[in-house]
């Protein structure tokens, strides 16, 4: 009977799911948090490896960055670090590599506005979580073995995971649906949001639909407190008219999920239907972005917070996604 009734709405739907992007309003940075004090400096270790003539000079430079060699190159997985040492000497004389390293460094022969985005984002992560420290920041070139690497110490950026989508380099491993968030513009969203998981306390053990929404909802929550002025598709990883189709269509989508109780599923396996990385939501519409779940669980959060005037460091404190669901008042914009 539900697919009788929800059979005109899918059709609507697949009829929709496109829109005119929407003009961004001007937006400036809080010119007091800008004031913050933060010791940033990124380090281009990839022009330090690729300049290594020797096992020898791998090896004095797993001393010079121990805990680069250990958590990002995985030192302590190896009989020796100098047999390590051997394998990187091969692997960066190998052609490819080298004119895989060559592109990046065209392609960044600098990295000021990173460093600068970053290190808004990080005053921005500093003043409303003061205890905040700030990592150790690399760039490298992994040759598509790690794309971004973050923990409370230090995070590696693999910048040859970051080159034009028109590349002749690109990730192997990557669908094209995914590759295409892969350039310089999501670097800094991609991180930020990483960072928000160390805040992040949503109870996944609730083990719904909806838990795993507002878990995510919180993460894009974050990213955009710490990044106001970044468009929403460089947080979520959608295009533009995505994100206003998704707009456009709101009240459809939430009467899906409604209509399909689905807010309180627990299998896993639908879960990931709508949550999950995908090229789109086809149990929707085939127009449907895929992680729609997500979208929805960050209007969700947006309304949660809004509606009860929550700091941000209260409401990445929360755990009870019961509570944020039924306290958001969310309902789909006009």
């Known amino acids: 009977m539900k697919n009788q009734i929800l059979l005109p709405a899918i059709l609507i739907l697949v009829t929709l799911f496109s829109s005119c992007k929407q003009e961004p309003e001007e937006c400036r940075l809080d010119e007091d948090i800008l004031k913050t004090e933060v010791d940033l400096e990124i380090v281009r270790l990839e022009k330090e490896f690729f300049d290594a003539k020797s096992a020898e000079d791998f090896s004095y430079l797993f001393e010079q960055h121990p805990y680069f060699a250990e958590k990002y190159l995985l030192t302590s997985t190896y009989p020796t670090k100098e047999e390590l040492a051997s394998e990187l000497l091969v692997a960066h004389q190998d052609t490819l590599m080298r004119e895989l390293y060559d592109e990046v460094m065209i392609h960044y022969p600098d990295i000021e506005d990173l460093e600068k985005d970053l290190g808004n984002a990080f005053k921005y992560i500093?003043?409303?979580?003061?205890?905040?420290?700030?990592?150790?920041?690399?760039?490298?070139?992994?040759?598509?073995?790690?794309?971004?690497?973050?923990?409370?110490?230090?995070?590696?950026?693999?910048?040859?995971?970051?080159?034009?989508?028109?590349?002749?380099?690109q990730a192997p491993d990557l669908p094209e649906y995914i590759a295409k968030r892969y350039e310089a513009k999501y670097i800094v969203p991609m991180i930020v949001t990483a960072i928000s998981s160390a805040y992040n306390k949503t109870d996944l053990k609730q083990n719904s639909l909806?838990?795993?929404?507002?878990?995510?909802?919180?993460?894009?929550?974050?990213?955009?407190?710490?990044?106001?002025c970044t468009p929403d598709e460089f947080i979520i990883g959608y295009s533009g008219e995505e994100v206003a189709a998704c707009f456009d269509n709101e009240e459809m989508i939430w009467s899906?999920?409604?209509?399909?109780?689905?807010?309180?599923?627990?299998?896993?396996?639908?879960?990931r239907k709508y949550t999950g990385e995908a090229p789109s939501t086809v149990e929707i519409s085939p127009d449907a972005p895929g992680?729609?779940?997500?979208?929805?669980?960050?209007n969700i959060v947006d309304d949660y917070q809004f509606n009860n005037e929550v700091p941000l460091w209260e409401l990445m404190a929360e755990s009870d996604t019961e509570k944020i669901f039924k306290l958001s008042g969310y309902k789909p914009r006009p």
């Open 126 to 169: 500093k003043h409303y979580f003061p205890e905040f420290k700030i990592p150790k920041v690399y760039t490298f070139v992994s040759g598509f073995s790690s794309d971004l690497y973050v923990d409370s110490e230090m995070i590696v950026i693999g910048l040859d995971y970051f080159l034009p989508a028109d590349h002749r380099f």
């Open 210 to 228: 909806v838990a795993e929404m507002i878990y995510y909802g919180k993460a894009y929550h974050f990213t955009k407190a710490i990044l106001p």
């Open 256 to 271: 899906y999920f409604v209509e399909n109780d689905l807010l309180f599923e627990t299998n896993p396996f639908e879960i």
């Open 291 to 298: 992680r729609v779940g997500r979208w929805l669980g960050w």
